[in-house]
């Protein structure tokens, strides 16, 4: 692989910035994550974050509603905006020479928003109807419910919010929490592609250094629901989520983590995938994934299936994870690095994915890893450490909700 | 751009080799297309295609169905199968080096499958799995619903067969279809990426030379669904599938075509987005694609809305298919260029995409379009060959297919 070279300043308002040149792309992307996310949300308001991300774009600086959207559009710029549990996150990617003239804009859109009251109504609609189009889908919506339920609010609650919550909303709530959280402190901004590291620190210096850094209040703590649950739903199907503690992306075993995660659902010859889907054809779809958070983290299972095979599905999916800490292959490992050679690879050739992991890695280890130094950890790893690991972390004090037409059981022989 | 080089080769059995070597990627990515698509399907046994994609997956040349699984994830293979109308196809990306090893392993997958007997079963039922999923997907299972009835069978059943078809399989079955269908000729491999094409022909020389080409039996043509239809479903949510006849992607006309589809759906700017989303909060999703076969193609449009608002969601959306022939601004095509633009940029970048599309237009064209032929197609368009094309082939002879707890009405007056 070609070197990398990573540009980190830190602005004296406490705005960061990476920039990371990649000589062999035409094309630039930047990831800008601004501490704006679902967790500031009101307790009893959730979704105000969401519908302010809708409300956000819709005019900002010198332009209205219908010249930003058309000024981001003609720059060709592949866009993306959402709202995670800390941040508001705005993504795009485009040709190198249409950056900057991306930058201004999102400077605009993240510092001098209109928030027209006119467009209050279309904004809040958009997402009651994201929010009502998530009923009928049940593989999403098990997910965000088991979520819920394995993390305490406001780390839980989905942060596109709730439908009672978004119903009270209003232009100065919604204002409220964008004056509140918005600032250059926690502010990250990612730039990856064809670009130069001194223009990117000068821009981003008049773009943003002079945004005024305030204290950002801390959000309120709340409840985790029920462990183990079932939500009716009248369907041929049951869709079957299941959590389990792990450790979280600035853990020093978080690469072990990642490895006993992978054996279990990594590529095609995973354990998940085999033995419930390719052996038994128990299901369509059976994954599990480490998502972490800052903090804390968990492994999060999902698999879909008829009702009448939804029992088996639960019963042998949960031995696959009780059975991991019992023994792992090297040739499991040997496939897991194996995988994650090529995704680095692939990751290194996209200036969008490179834009995002420069951000994600400040956000939750305060640094950026190279892509060589994530292979050395992938590469360090031996099946002794992820025994280890998954000793220490069993698929224990797990939660399990179901969705479909009964509830399940789980079987107390795994427990 | 760095020119592209393309070496093409069409062996004496038929089977074409495309390949596109790119300097400044680590990676290498194939795309093999081969004649077993579900058009191919018995007539009632709908699905025999997709269980095969299942089955011939589980073991090949020498190695049985777990090994096979094995080695192709020890090659870190980021691998998609899946089946098309006319082609069943595999893809696959990795690090360069490890390339030929999975073109090895894929030629003997689509030659010299095992199509174990003992695996069948769960074969079939992975299949009926996902079709039973699609139930509960509604926004899918309505665009799989519009293609039913807006283009004639086998054209518009859905690839991934029915229930009722592929309960009715038998291993002899879908051997048979294997049997009849794959063969050299109509295969299609594009590579793309760190590569020699040198090396790379006679590596496909080495491993399809000797393929021996037979006639393909031609598949049955029948009928297409109702032009007006409802499906009743218990839910909040209607979902809209909106279908009017285009040209496709062969066609002189093709690149005008899309133009006029992207001022309607191309970007948060366009005409959908902004008046059925922005403007009135309508649905949270709303598109149109231009859906290209080999000889004939459609727009298909896809809007989901609460039941409440469904028919004003349908109204506003009809409205703005026909109005697109009245006139169209020379920003709104400015902005398509943008964004084209852009986007063949990063589809240069990556040798996934690359691979796809030579594949892609091969079977298409019987050529392969350069990214910078595309780039001239795009730039010479203008307002008024879109608005040419507009006329020829406006928002007429519509196939409306609704799904929901009631239908709505096809208002006569935008007809």
């Known amino acids: 692989m070609p070197e990398q070279q990573i540009h980190t300043h830190v602005f004296p308002n406490g705005l960061t910035l990476l920039v990371e040149p990649m000589a062999d792309v035409q094309s ?35 332009l209205g509603s219908m010249e930003l959207t058309t000024a981001l559009d003609n720059l060709g710029l592949q866009r993306n905006e959402g709202v995670g549990n800390t941040h508001m996150s705005f993504s795009g990617a485009t040709i190198a020479d249409s950056l900057p003239a991306a930058l201004r804009l999102y400077a605009d859109i993240v510092r001098r928003p209109h928030l027209p009251e006119e467009e209050f109504d279309a904004s809040k609609l958009g997402v009651e109807q994201s929010l009502r189009a998530l009923e009928d889908e049940p593989r999403q919506k098990v997910m965000n419910e088991l979520r819920k339920r394995s993390f305490a609010a406001p780390w839980g609650t989905p942060s596109e919010g709730t439908l009672e919550g978004v119903t009270r909303l209003t232009p100065a709530v919604v204002r409220e929490l964008f004056e509140r959280c918005t600032q250059p402190r926690q502010t990250i901004l990612g730039i990856a592609g064809r670009v130069d590291p001194v223009q990117m620190r000068e821009l981003t210096e008049e773009l943003f250094g002079d945004w005024i850094d305030r204290p950002i209040e801390p959000w309120v703590d709340g409840l985790r629901g029920p462990t183990r649950d079932h939500v009716m739903q009248e369907s041929a199907q049951t869709q079957i989520g299941i959590a389990y503690p792990s450790v979280p992306y600035r853990d020093v075993d978080y690469y072990a983590a990642w490895g006993v995660v992978n054996v279990l659902s990594g590529g095609m010859s995973s354990r998940l995938f085999t033995e419930v889907r390719e052996r038994r054809g128990l299901c369509y779809s059976v994954y599990a994934t480490l998502h972490s958070l800052r903090d804390q983290a968990q492994v999060l299972c999902y698999a879909g299936t008829t009702a009448e095979r939804a029992q088996e599905t639960l019963d042998v999916t949960l031995r696959e994870l009780r059975r991991v800490s019992e023994g792992i292959g090297e040739d499991e490992l040997r496939r897991c690095k194996a995988r994650a050679k090529s995704s680095l690879i692939m990751q290194q050739e996209s200036s969008a994915s490179r834009a995002s992991s420069l951000a994600r890695d400040w956000y939750h280890l305060g640094r950026v890893t190279t892509l060589d130094e994530v292979r050395d950890k992938i590469e360090a790893l031996t099946v002794r450490a992820l025994l280890e690991h998954a000793r220490r972390y069993p698929a224990r004090d797990l939660t399990v909700l179901t969705l479909g037409p009964a509830p399940l059981e789980v079987s107390l022989a795994v427990l």
């Open 28 to 62: 630039a992307a930047f990831s800008l994550l601004t501490p704006c996310g679902s967790n500031y949300d009101p307790v009893g308001q959730e979704g105000a974050a969401s519908v302010l991300c809708e409300w956000i774009m819709r005019g900002a600086g010198a």
